[in-house]
């Protein structure tokens, strides 16, 4: 095991060694800078081999960047065993790669019209690439008994998604299986936590279709988050921040739990607080 494929000293994530997928962009880039910030070893994967390159050579010496379908069996058993082997460990899993269904093209995902198709391929990278990643995260995480899990998941995976019920269905099942898994590795003796965050309009470049760069786009953003108490977009750092708690040693007795981070959309009703403005 190199030195260099190790955790820096230093920061709450210090020595720690950990995976994140969909990498390449967005929240699981976001991810992967606040881990090597507080001392993590990181290998990010993605599918999109050009940007993940990108940021890993941004990133550093203490990053590495792999190909990784999250729905290929094969794809997880060679990384996760690169990883030990090149790591001796693995202790934090983000699965983070995801899909809405609507990057192709505005297709019908609605429960009259969405095809089979659609509807199975939302739910083969959502969910059976978190099945399959958590499967070999304790798988590798066994032999030291301890290590952290956590599954991107969405407010869509706590409420009805009209438009988009492959979405909220597989987010649905990600929170499910999150503390299926929590349990089960309890129930082995294993000090492997499993949790679930859960974030509502993150603003990230799945958003930029509906936002344009024209002279409405502050308006746009208004309007995307108007029913939000806090009136605003979330963002990608303030994800990772919660990623990093749960990956640290602060989590030590936090599993088969979800964090929601939302504005407070699910705090009550849809209707906004009263604001003062004198």
């Not at 260099?4 to 992967?32: D, F, N, P, S």
């Amino acid at each position: 095991m190199s030195k260099a494929m190790t955790g820096r000293a230093g920061g709450r994530l210090a020595g720690k060694v950990a995976l994140v997928t969909g990498a390449a962009r967005g929240i699981g880039a976001a991810i992967a800078k606040a881990f090597l910030g507080e001392g993590a070893f990181v290998w990010v994967t993605d599918i999109d081999d050009d940007a993940g390159n990108r940021l890993a050579t941004e990133l550093g010496d203490a990053v590495r960047y792999r190909t990784l379908d999250v729905r290929q069996e094969d794809h997880w058993d060679a990384v996760v065993g690169e990883v030990v082997a090149g790591s001796g460990t693995l202790d934090v899993l983000v699965n983070n790669a995801g899909i809405t269904g609507f990057e192709g093209a505005l297709v019908a995902h609605d429960p009259e019209n969405a095809s089979l198709a659609d509807w199975r391929a939302v739910h083969a990278t959502n969910l059976d690439g978190t099945f399959l990643g958590c499967r070999a995260a304790i798988r590798a995480m066994r032999a030291a008994g301890v290590g952290s899990i956590i599954n991107i998941s969405s407010r869509s995976g706590l409420v009805g998604i009209p438009g988009a019920a492959a979405y909220a269905s597989s987010k649905a099942a990600v929170r499910n299986h999150t503390k299926s898994v929590a349990l089960y590795c309890a129930e082995q003796n294993l000090a492997i936590r499993c949790n679930s965050i859960h974030p509502a309009a993150i603003l990230t470049p799945m958003w930029e279709p509906m936002l344009g760069n024209g002279p409405d786009r502050a308006e746009r953003m208004e309007e995307l988050v108007r029913d939000t108490p806090l009136r605003r977009f979330g963002t990608v750092e303030e994800v990772a921040s919660v990623a990093v708690m749960l990956a640290s040693d602060e989590a030590a007795y936090m599993t088969g739990t979800e964090l929601t981070l939302d504005g407070g959309l699910l705090a009550g009703t849809a209707v906004q607080p009263h604001r003062d403005e004198s």
